[in-house]
């Protein structure tokens, strides 16, 4: 029986045990261990499996990039994976455990420097383990007044990681990766190498201009396992002035709406009336966020025999709408009012007296417009409002991206529902919308404490990639469990592609090995 947890495919336990002991010469024992109390933490799973297809080997926290091109180094004579985690930033989607059984586990959660804000020009370097409430608190500290855009959750979460996984958040910067400007990254083989305008010694635009010279490289290290990204460049936002700033909230009291409300949005959407990533967020959802923002439990959430929750009873219980729509106007003060008008107006001349507008005013500090006001303003949120929706810590986030028609994201709605229906979930979705997209976030939430709801959620969101992927409809992010199978769905000119680049970088497999299906074994 072997010592460790788990072994990397094909190692024999003594191999395995030099490198560990390589690891410890260059590091030091504390940042390399392999014992199961500090593995633990690592094999924290929401997903619909257990961990065995998942065990790490060992964790290696090292806390400099000349101390990971000495990783890398170790990793390439043993031929040792190493499963890059910057810090939960997958919640959902696998949390931090490998794609495969007896990789190790690179934590980069004590690289913590905040290298440079710059308050002029509204941007940050920084390193993988600094978190977005780390680094709010440092903006605040500084008295730098910019403004971040973060997901939800985002206590915790890495900015680097956030952003390498294509999240998204609620203000008119929410895409992410689009706003990132600049990496310094490890390669495979331990050569370091900063894209963009950062080749350029003693460059001053490295955090100001993308593109750089040539083939444009960042997105090989986002969502993918070319490199290990040691430094990140982010644009930050600007804040309007004073008055310049007005969430709204606009409840509809039917499901069938979603088709009538995609094309007055969007209207505003592409005018730029309303600039920020708007959520339309479904009963179940907005029923979830306001228990979790109400101070007090209303009690258990009503249960149908234990199926899905009726929207009716969602609705007249907890108040909210079958669809919930959060946006905001940016901007002066003269701004703000002049769109105010074209965003009353336009709902009100699409649907009349049949839904609710609300402001601030109508508001009233109301915890759960106070908690999406936060949101478009870049605010840290500490939790999930999904987390007490039902006992047992299941989460599998299913994230198909619609164009942001009104069929399509009809038809998309109609067809999750009815499948998380028919396994006997609760069908928790929020469409952000986007430039022309719309990614639907449905998070399905199960017990997997109980072995047999466990079962009838994997089969759940198998069946919702399948269906989906029939209609041309792509997810855009998954779980480690699924990831093959996604990557399948882009069919083999794109697996080429991506096992050719593969191969030519890290030609030994060592840098996480099975990430977003990208393998060499």
Not at 83 to 102: D, H, K, L
Not at 225 to 251: A, D, E, S
Not at 258 to 263: D, Q, T, V
Request: charge should be positive.
């Amino acid at each position: 029986m072997s010592s460790y947890m788990a072994l990397p495919k094909g190692m024999k336990e003594e191999t395995f045990a030099k490198a560990i002991q390589e690891f410890r010469t260059i590091l030091g024992e504390a940042k390399v261990r392999t014992d199961q109390a500090s593995l633990q933490p690592y094999m924290r799973n929401t997903i619909a499996e257990n961990g065995e297809p998942h065990k790490p080997s060992a964790v290696i926290s090292p806390t400099t990039p000349k101390e990971i091109q000495g990783v890398v180094g170790i990793a390439n004579k043993y031929k040792t994976p190493l499963w890059t985690s910057y810090g939960m930033e997958n919640e959902g989607y696998g949390s931090a455990v490998p794609a495969t059984s007896g990789q190790i586990i690179l934590d980069l959660k004590n690289m913590k420097k905040i290298i440079e804000v710059d308050q002029e020009l509204g941007y940050c370097l920084v390193e993988p383990g600094v978190t977005y409430d780390e680094l709010q608190q440092y903006l605040k500290k500084n008295k730098i007044n910019l403004w971040l855009d973060a997901p939800a959750p985002a206590t915790g979460v890495s900015v680097v990681g956030n952003i390498l996984e294509r999240g998204g958040g609620y203000t008119p910067y929410s895409e992410d990766f689009l706003f990132s400007c600049g990496m310094e990254v490890i390669l495979a083989d331990g050569k370091l190498l900063r894209t963009g305008m950062g080749g350029i010694p003693n460059s001053t635009s490295w955090q100001v201009f993308k593109w750089g010279f040539g083939p444009y490289v960042d997105g090989l290290f986002s969502q993918g396992n070319n490199g290990i990204v040691t430094k990140m460049g982010t644009w930050l936002m600007g804040p309007p002035p004073p008055g310049g700033y007005m969430p709204f909230c606009i409840r509809f009291p039917r499901l069938e709406m979603i088709a009538e409300i995609i094309k007055p949005l969007m209207f505003l959407r592409q005018a730029q009336i309303v600039p920020n990533a708007t959520a339309l967020v479904n009963a179940g959802w907005e029923a979830a966020t306001v228990v979790a923002n109400s101070g007090k439990d209303k009690g258990r959430f009503i249960r149908n025999g234990g199926g899905p929750i009726p929207t009716s009873k969602l609705i007249s219980t907890y108040g909210v709408g079958a669809w919930n729509l959060y946006g905001a106007v940016y901007g002066s003060p003269e701004q703000v009012a002049l769109n105010w008008k074209y965003v009353f107006g336009t709902f009100k001349a699409a649907f009349g007296d049949k839904i609710q507008i609300i402001t601030e005013k109508e508001a009233k500090g109301d915890p759960v417009f106070e908690y999406r006001k936060q949101l478009m303003m870049g605010g840290v949120t500490p939790q999930s409002p999904l987390d007490r929706w039902r006992a047992g810590g299941g989460s599998m986030k299913f994230t198909p991206v619609a164009a942001a028609t009104a069929t399509e994201c009809y038809q998309q709605a109609k067809t999750a529902s009815d499948i998380v229906n028919k396994h006997g979930f609760d069908y928790l979705s929020e469409f952000s919308f986007f430039w022309y997209d719309a990614r639907h976030v449905v998070d399905l939430r199960f017990d997997r404490s109980q072995p047999e709801e466990m079962k009838r959620a994997y089969k759940c969101y198998d069946e919702l990639l399948t269906v989906f992927a029939k209609r041309g409809w792509a997810v855009n992010r998954t779980n480690t469990a699924f990831m093959d199978k996604v990557a399948d769905g882009y069919g083999p000119a794109m697996r080429r592609l991506q096992r050719t680049i593969k191969t030519a970088l890290d030609p030994n497999n060592i840098l996480a090995p099975g990430k977003s299906g990208i393998n060499l074994a």
